[in-house]
């Protein structure tokens, strides 16, 4: 079962506590335990966290510049740490990186462990620090496909994995999402969405309406996988730091505000290849 919450449900939702940390383990994770000697084993990670950032022309410099502090400033949060505390191991694998076409992907935070504040500072300084850019096209199917080989590469198994991906308009390039969203699912990655619906939607920029119902049906997958709309500029920062609690802590929120259609899409997964379509003819 996936979830849509508002805001505000997950704000509440993200008062965590040592007994209410829940995980789900990735299929292959026994198996890739057994396959490393304990002597040789690097440390388990509770969760493998990769974090993937919409770069593309729709998003202003101002969108741009609010979302690297979100994130920036949520890893170094009090409620983040907390969280961070009350996991088994008190440690989390993050690598973070900004995508666009379906050959635009660029890593700004290689695999990283954050055990407490000192590491979430570096991590948080790290990403600052990194000149912000952007790209043409916004191809949701690249993100994931780039982001699936990262765990596979990851050197610090955990016992889940979780992509979250962050954007503000359909795929419009490359393959299609859900294929991609399906082979990830298949490897036991969770994938949550971050729909950025803070513009009115604009030919111009390729925008649709109902960006969320999108991710709910076409994007997001795996056990307790969920969407944060964020419609509100203000609110930026606040959601995004909402939503790693939830993912750090291996929650969903406790009174999700629409269910997720589990049958038929409410909008077409190739709404964004057909209005490309449309209005360039390719």
Same mark, same amino acid.
């Given at each position: 079962?996936?979830?849509?919450?508002?805001? $505000?449900?997950?704000?509440?939702?993200?008062?965590?506590?040592?007994?209410?940390?829940? $995980?789900?383990?990735? %299929?292959?994770?026994?198996?890739?335990?057994?396959?490393?000697?304990?002597?040789?084993?690097? *440390?388990?990670?509770?969760?493998?966290?990769?974090?993937?950032?919409?770069?593309?022309?729709?998003?202003?410099?101002?969108?741009?510049?609010?979302?690297?502090?979100?994130?920036?400033?949520?890893?170094?949060?009090?409620?983040?740490?907390?969280? +961070?505390?009350?996991?088994?191991?008190?440690?989390?694998?993050?690598?973070?990186?900004?995508?666009?076409?379906?050959?635009?992907?660029?890593?700004?935070? !290689?695999?990283?462990?954050?055990?407490?504040?000192?590491? &979430?500072? &570096?991590?948080?300084?790290?990403?600052?620090?990194?000149?912000?850019?952007?790209?043409?096209?916004?191809?949701?199917? @690249?993100?994931?496909?780039?982001?699936?080989?990262?765990?596979?590469?990851?050197?610090?198994?955990? +016992?889940?994995? #979780?992509?979250?991906?962050?954007?503000?308009?359909?795929?419009?390039?490359?393959? %299609?999402?859900? %294929?991609?969203?399906?082979?990830? +699912?298949?490897?036991?990655?969770?994938?949550?969405?971050? !729909?950025?619906? #803070?513009?009115?939607?604009?030919?111009?920029?390729?925008?649709?309406?109902?960006?969320?119902?999108?991710?709910?049906?076409?994007?997001? @997958?795996? %056990? $307790?996988?969920?969407?944060?709309?964020?419609?509100?500029?203000?609110?930026?920062?606040? &959601?995004?730091?909402?939503?790693?609690?939830?993912?750090? &802590?291996?929650?969903?929120? /406790?009174? !999700?505000?629409? *269910?997720?259609?589990?049958?038929?899409?409410?909008?077409?997964?190739?709404?964004?290849?057909?209005?490309? /379509?449309?209005?360039?003819?390719?």
């Amino acid at each position: 079962m996936r979830w849509y919450v508002s805001i $505000g449900a997950v704000l509440v939702a993200s008062a965590i506590t040592a007994s209410d940390v829940a $995980g789900v383990t990735a %299929p292959d994770m026994q198996h890739r335990r057994e396959m490393r000697s304990a002597d040789k084993a690097p *440390p388990v990670v509770d969760v493998e966290l990769v974090l993937a950032v919409d770069v593309s022309y729709s998003m202003d410099m101002d969108e741009l510049a609010v979302q690297r502090e979100g994130y920036a400033q949520a890893i170094v949060s009090k409620e983040f740490l907390q969280a +961070l505390k009350a996991l088994p191991n008190g440690k989390i694998a993050i690598t973070y990186f900004e995508w666009a076409a379906s050959s635009d992907q660029k890593i700004i935070i !290689p695999w990283r462990v954050i055990a407490g504040p000192e590491t &979430a500072d &570096a991590v948080a300084d790290e990403i600052l620090k990194t000149p912000i850019r952007r790209a043409s096209r916004t191809s949701l199917s @690249g993100a994931i496909y780039f982001a699936m080989p990262l765990f596979e590469n990851n050197p610090y198994p955990g +016992l889940r994995r #979780v992509l979250d991906i962050s954007g503000d308009g359909p795929n419009n390039n490359g393959a %299609p999402v859900t %294929p991609a969203r399906d082979e990830a +699912l298949s490897k036991g990655i969770i994938i949550n969405g971050l !729909p950025i619906m #803070v513009k009115e939607p604009s030919f111009s920029t390729m925008d649709i309406e109902n960006l969320d119902w999108y991710y709910e049906d076409c994007v997001i @997958g795996g %056990p $307790g996988s969920f969407v944060v709309a964020i419609k509100d500029r203000e609110k930026f920062k606040e &959601a995004i730091r909402s939503k790693l609690l939830l993912e750090v &802590a291996g929650r969903t929120p /406790q009174r !999700p505000v629409v *269910p997720v259609a589990d049958k038929e899409p409410r909008m077409s997964c190739l709404i964004g290849e057909r209005i490309w /379509q449309d209005r360039w003819g390719r």
